[in-house]
């Protein structure tokens, strides 16, 4: 028999994947507004904040809700205090996608100082980690949130690259190129901090699933435990 709570439950759900969706979508037009040169997609990602910001509270009410009213126990109260974690980290997440807008507009009105190639690569990297991490919370997969995790080296691989093109071959070169490279290594340490996020979202699932830390114990992944 299913539960009243059961219901609710999967609204939350819902709400955390709108959350995740919005998300996934700030990344994307901050990063196309960079590379069509479009400000008014920049101020878009800008001003659609207030709407994350919005839900993020409301969800957050919903899930203190849940708790006062149901006093769950065991993987539900671990559910419903996952939900609360990764509400948080979505919303920084789109906080940060606000901040490549803004240095995006920094940078519009001058000319591009490379094509952008391993940018959008990290970019894809870490949509594509918000979107798994998410998929590991709605389904409950451990195996997803791991993938998750062993994507961050990845990551972490594609911002040093970034960094040291353009420290080495634009700003040690041509002291003139320094604003706009400063730009685009902000941007792509913001997009390396997504991924970070993600990561704390995928160590929050296995936590939920099975109980087990596995935050700052890195041997539990490798030993496939």
């Given at each position: 028999?299913?539960r009243?709570?059961?219901?609710?439950?999967?609204?939350?759900?819902?709400?955390?994947?709108?959350?995740?969706?919005?998300?996934?979508?700030?990344?994307?037009?901050?990063?196309?507004?960079?590379k069509?040169?479009?400000?008014e997609?920049?101020?878009?990602?800008?001003?659609n904040?207030?709407?994350?910001?919005?839900?993020?509270?409301a969800?957050?009410?919903?899930?203190?809700d849940?708790?006062?009213?149901?006093?769950?126990?065991?993987s539900?109260?671990?559910?419903?205090?996952?939900g609360?974690?990764?509400?948080?980290?979505l919303?920084?997440?789109?906080?940060i996608?606000?901040d490549?807008?803004?240095r995006?507009?920094?940078?519009?009105?001058?000319?591009?100082?490379?094509p952008?190639?391993?940018?959008?690569?990290?970019?894809?990297?870490?949509?594509?980690?918000v979107?798994?991490?998410?998929?590991?919370?709605?389904?409950?997969?451990?195996?997803l949130?791991?993938k998750?995790?062993?994507?961050?080296?990845e990551?972490?691989?594609?911002?040093?690259?970034?960094q040291?093109?353009?420290?080495?071959?634009?700003?040690?070169?041509?002291g003139?190129?320094?604003?706009?490279?400063?730009?685009?290594?902000?941007i792509?340490?913001?997009?390396?901090?997504?991924?970070?996020?993600?990561?704390?979202?995928?160590?929050d699932?296995?936590?939920?699933?099975q109980?087990?830390?596995?935050?700052?114990?890195?041997?539990?992944?490798?030993?496939g435990?």
């Amino acid at each position: 028999m299913e539960r009243h709570v059961d219901e609710e439950l999967k609204e939350l759900n819902k709400d955390i994947l709108k959350m995740g969706a919005l998300a996934e979508e700030a990344i994307y037009k901050s990063i196309e507004a960079l590379k069509n040169r479009d400000k008014e997609m920049a101020k878009s990602v800008i001003d659609n904040d207030s709407n994350i910001d919005k839900l993020e509270l409301a969800v957050d009410e919903k899930c203190i809700d849940l708790i006062a009213r149901y006093q769950p126990l065991a993987s539900d109260l671990r559910f419903i205090t996952t939900g609360m974690k990764i509400n948080s980290e979505l919303e920084r997440i789109a906080d940060i996608a606000v901040d490549i807008a803004q240095r995006t507009l920094e940078i519009v009105d001058k000319p591009l100082l490379k094509p952008l190639v391993d940018i959008p690569k990290l970019t894809a990297v870490a949509q594509n980690m918000v979107k798994v991490s998410i998929d590991a919370f709605v389904k409950g997969d451990i195996a997803l949130a791991k993938k998750v995790l062993l994507s961050d080296s990845e990551a972490d691989h594609l911002r040093n690259v970034i960094q040291k093109e353009l420290i080495e071959d634009y700003m040690v070169k041509d002291g003139t190129t320094a604003p706009r490279a400063v730009q685009l290594l902000l941007i792509a340490r913001f997009l390396e901090r997504i991924c970070d996020h993600t990561t704390n979202i995928a160590e929050d699932v296995i936590y939920m699933v099975q109980a087990e830390v596995v935050k700052h114990h890195p041997e539990k992944l490798k030993n496939g435990k």
